[in-house]
């Protein structure tokens, strides 16, 4: 089957196996029981190749051949490739300008960092039921999607029946984190089986499929040189990555971005040159590279940048607070064009970082560090003034399949005044519908429990693009916002109409239109919607609803500051968290609870990433831990207490001025994390750490530097 | 495969139900029974989504075999709601904004149910203790204590 990235992908593999766990056989049963029964019958003889478990071997000359069926293509959706097992080259930036001001600097700082594979890994495993109908040639599937129209048109290139006849309901479901964007082999399976057998087919993972076969994030292998003058200013900034997609290329990215957006790696910074190079290449393990809560390949980008300006603030002696000061882009140049070609839409920087560091006392922090250090005790703090890209959006820039990264609402005002309104988006837990209903009620001065919200049916739902990279409110909520706008000005003209005034002499006021200076003269929006199904102007269509595509003209660019404070014990390697406080500017908050709600979600998933989630592998390429057994998913009891604090600056270009939220505080809390821990170690000369900090990881470093002698 | 009838109580129904010895009390309430409320996350006992309460206990129904219910009383999600009237629970998970995606919303009920009973006014720290066997991928868990501790004032 072909993926997202433009490779083609097994379903069921054929001859060759690519890594542990691929499906080979499919068994069909009344029930899961008679199916466990029958898969015991299925025996599989396998005939062991050599394997590639690190990309950094990929590309050697005697690498095996991992991919004979693709080994004639000059690309696998991105080109050229120099090897085999190469699927391409991503560049962008200034690289002799770059390799100029490396090569003149103060100061050039340089690590190696590797963000490990994670696994997103929802409460809900993914499943469909699948329902061809023999006789009028319709298929229906139940399936837990992030992007249900994305998977109807997929289906149907795939299986040759009509994008009319297909329907694709994504229902309430538990969790995605962009695990459930992509279309997997099973999902195909099951709706092949139920066309051949004319029967609904259910299939629904365990655990341990789930972890070992869908699509996990990062696994980046990145080195970064940052060169700076004497006083901190920044240079420029030179990255290398290499970027293990598994055995087939089928990350879900927008077509044009094979690295996601990456490049948005110089941060709140101002970076006077840039370069970034990413390879990305095959290995025997499972496909995957999706955004687990953050914009494509944008958790990597911030790791970068907030791990490197540590590193430089170390390398200098000054403050990681001060350092990060000195390079702030300013509020007053905005919108910011960056060296990598992105344009900022809007930030106030140093405010938010003053306000953290006054709520924290950071300079009393700093003194018990010290004082704690002169005592032999570890304690670190961690800072970062990350700036993220969402919204994935400006259909100039970004599609899918070549479907613009537009996203949709529809909304119908009944003759009584409530309300249905349609998105294509998809609620995976965030809130649409309050969120939604909330920008309807305001913009259209209805109640709000009158409006009725309905996503991921796409018989029903107009054409978007889904959930994922916080698109709903920069972009669904934009196109929810602009429609019903358009109805309020379709409501305006049956109020003047109503009312024999014309429309300049009407004012709006929460829900209804008055006339200037005559007090009295007004009609209610319940009033114009009844008036809207009998009496309207002459040449004017009965009704009163609309529906938007939004293609909006740029990214969003929510920004925080984050600060934590860890205690280490010296014996164990335990780090515990004492505090985090986290500052997010998300622009315009439209619901408070929610925007809460997502941020202490967002931090307790950085905080499984930076604390203990990975993937390892064994050299023959066996997957060493695919259930909670092993895969670190904190309880009540690890998870700190979050507190949290705001600041607000609108987005220019977005109609309410928000922004998204929802994975800043993944993306951001995790170097927060390694900002603290390597912090702990400061004073050792340690400059990096990599994830994740476990005690054991944490102790091996303390034992290597001899911390953990008794007296 | 050896079948077996068994009868139980379950949200205070009666209820009896042909099973293979070897299935798991889970998939008899959901797939059999037709409550669905109660989740299957793990496989592992680790996420606690399928929790439910028998003979007074929390305990993990993707763990256990449906026969080993058989004369016992169970209750599930179904079960806390009274004459179409939310449990004070509920009314605080929604409140305090305690649920998200809402996959493991009904382990945390039923869980937090057993919780309220042994301890009427728990602590925030026995709340996180008491807690600990269920997980929550999208709420960082501060709003799961803040609505436990609502409703035990309500309670």
Redesign the interface.
């Known amino acids: 089957m072909p993926t997202l990235a433009g490779d083609v992908q097994a379903v069921l593999a054929d001859e060759k196996v690519h890594f542990q766990y691929q499906e080979v056989a499919a068994v069909i049963a009344d029930?899961?029981?008679i199916a466990a029964d029958a898969l015991d019958l299925v025996e599989v003889e396998y005939e062991p190749l050599p394997v590639i478990v690190d990309p950094h071997r990929s590309m050697d000359a005697d690498a095996p051949i991992l991919r004979e069926d693709v080994v004639k293509k000059d690309k696998v959706g991105q080109g050229p490739r120099k090897h085999a097992n190469h699927i391409f080259t991503w560049a962008v930036g200034d690289k002799e300008g770059t390799d100029r001001a490396l090569a003149s600097a103060d100061v050039v700082v340089k690590e190696d960092m590797l963000y490990p594979r994670v696994h997103p890994?929802?409460?809900?495993?993914c499943g469909c039921v699948a329902s061809f109908d023999k006789i009028k040639g319709n298929l229906t599937v139940y399936i837990t999607s992030q992007a249900p129209h994305i998977v109807r048109t997929v289906v149907s290139i795939l299986s040759g029946v009509p994008e009319s006849k297909i329907r694709i309901i994504s229902p309430?479901?538990?969790?995605g984190?962009g695990n459930k964007v992509g279309v997997y082999p099973s999902y195909v399976t099951a709706i092949v089986a139920s066309i051949v057998l004319g029967r609904p087919i259910k299939w629904i993972e365990?655990?341990?499929e789930h972890l070992s076969t869908t699509a996990w994030a990062r696994d980046y292998h990145m080195t970064g040189e940052l060169a700076a003058d004497k006083d901190g200013k920044i240079k420029a900034l030179k990255v290398k990555v290499l970027a293990d997609h598994g055995a087939f290329n089928s990350h879900a990215q927008p077509t044009k971005w094979p690295a996601g957006l990456f490049s948005v790696c110089t941060g709140s910074y101002q970076v006077p040159v840039a370069h970034v190079n990413v390879d990305g290449v095959y290995t025997n393990k499972a496909p995957g590279g999706v955004a687990y809560r953050c914009s494509f390949r944008v958790a990597e980008a911030v790791y970068l940048i907030e791990r490197m300006m540590d590193i430089l603030s170390q390398k200098l002696g000054i403050d990681k607070a001060e350092i990060r000061s000195r390079n702030f882009i300013q509020a007053e140049q905005f919108p910011y064009k960056t060296s990598l070609g992105w344009e900022l839409d809007s930030g106030d920087y140093p405010t938010a970082l003053k306000k953290v560091l006054d709520a924290v006392d950071y300079a009393g922090l700093r003194k018990e560090q010290a004082e704690k250090r002169a005592q032999g005790e570890l304690m670190g703090i961690g800072l970062v003034t990350f700036t993220e890209i969402v919204g994935a959006e400006p259909s100039k820039a970004c599609d899918v399949l070549g479907v613009g990264m537009f996203e949709s609402a529809e909304i119908r005002v009944h003759p009584t005044g409530s309300v249905m309104a349609r998105m294509g988006t998809i609620s995976?837990?965030?809130?649409h519908e309050t969120t939604y209903a909330q920008i309807i009620a305001t913009e259209l001065g209805l109640p709000s429990e009158e409006i009725t919200i309905e996503e991921g049916d796409t018989d029903t739902a107009p054409y978007g693009l889904g959930t994922y990279g916080s698109r709903s409110t920069p972009v669904g909520g934009a196109a929810t916002a602009v429609a019903a706008r358009k109805v309020r000005a379709k409501a305006k003209k049956i109020a003047a109409h109503l009312l024999e005034v014309s429309e300049d002499d009407l004012d709006w006021e929460i829900d209804r239109f008055k006339v200037k200076g005559v007090p009295g003269q007004e009609k209610t929006m319940k009033e114009i919607a009844w008036a809207a199904y009998n009496n309207v102007p002459e040449g004017m269509e009965m009704g009163l609803e609309a529906v938007d595509y939004y293609d909006p003209p740029n990214f969003t660019y929510p920004y925080g500051v984050y600060l934590s404070v860890v205690d280490i014990d010296k014996f164990t390697g335990e780090v515990k968290v004492r505090r985090f406080y986290a500052l997010d500017d998300c622009g315009t908050r439209i619901n408070p609870?929610?925007i809460?709600?997502?941020?202490?979600?967002?931090?307790?998933?950085g905080f499984a990433v930076a604390m203990g989630q990975e993937m390892p592998f064994d050299e023959e390429g066996n997957l060493l831990g695919n259930?909670?057994?092993d895969y670190f998913?904190p309880?009540?009891?690890e998870?700190p207490?979050?507190e949290t604090d705001f600041t607000v600056t609108p987005s220019p270009h977005h109609p309410l001025g928000a922004k998204g939220v929802a994975e800043s505080p993944h993306v951001g809390s995790i170097p927060c994390f390694t900002s603290a821990v390597v912090d702990a170690f400061a004073h050792l000369g340690v400059t990096h750490m990599d994830l994740p900090h476990t005690a054991q990881k944490v102790w091996k470093k303390i034992h290597e530097l001899g911390l953990d002698k008794r007296d | 495969m050896i079948k077996k009838k068994i009868s139980f109580k379950l949200n205070e129904q009666e209820v009896e139900v042909e099973v293979e010895t070897r299935e798991l009390l889970a998939h008899v309430i959901r797939e059999q029974l037709g409550k669905t409320g109660t989740h299957i996350g793990c496989d592992t006992s680790h996420c606690g989504v399928c929790t439910v309460d028998l003979n007074g206990n929390s305990v993990k129904s993707c763990t256990i075999l449906a026969v080993q219910a058989d004369g016992g009383e169970v209750m599930t999600v179904e079960g806390l709601a009274t004459n179409g009237e939310l449990h004070p629970l509920q009314q605080a998970f929604i409140q305090d904004h305690g649920l998200q995606c809402g996959f493991c919303t009904p382990g945390m009920l039923i869980r937090s149910y057993r919780l309220l009973q042994e301890n009427p006014s728990p602590t925030e720290e026995e709340i996180r203790v008491g807690l600990s066997g269920n997980l929550c991928r999208c709420t960082g868990y501060q709003n799961i204590v803040k609505a436990v501790k609502t409703a035990a004032e309500k309670m």
């Open positions: 029930n899961r029981y890994s929802p409460l809900e495993t309430d479901i538990g969790g984190f365990d655990r341990m995976t837990g965030q809130a609870m929610i809460e709600g997502q941020i202490h979600g967002g931090l307790t998933e259930t909670f057994m998913i309880s009540f009891v998870t207490q979050w």
